[in-house]
């Protein structure tokens, strides 16, 4: 199963270790979609983040 992860809220105020975690991801730029397998370890940074991102199922 993959799941796209775009940012939908700015980085601005967010904590050094969120940053880089949106840097792993692959996230560059708000609202341009990456695209991840659900893996547990994707899944997790995409929930440590939850709050900055939309996560979507890709069929």
Known sequence: MKIRV???????G?????K???AA????KMHNPVEHEA???I???VEK???LVSVEEVK
């Open 43 to 45: 899944l997790g940074m």
């Open 20 to 22: 880089n975690t949106l």
């Open 6 to 12: 775009t940012q939908i809220k700015s980085m601005i």
């Open 25 to 28: 991801l692959g996230i560059k």
């Open 49 to 51: 983040v939850r709050h």
């Open 14 to 18: 967010s904590t050094q270790r969120q």
């Open 39 to 41: 893996t547990p370890q």
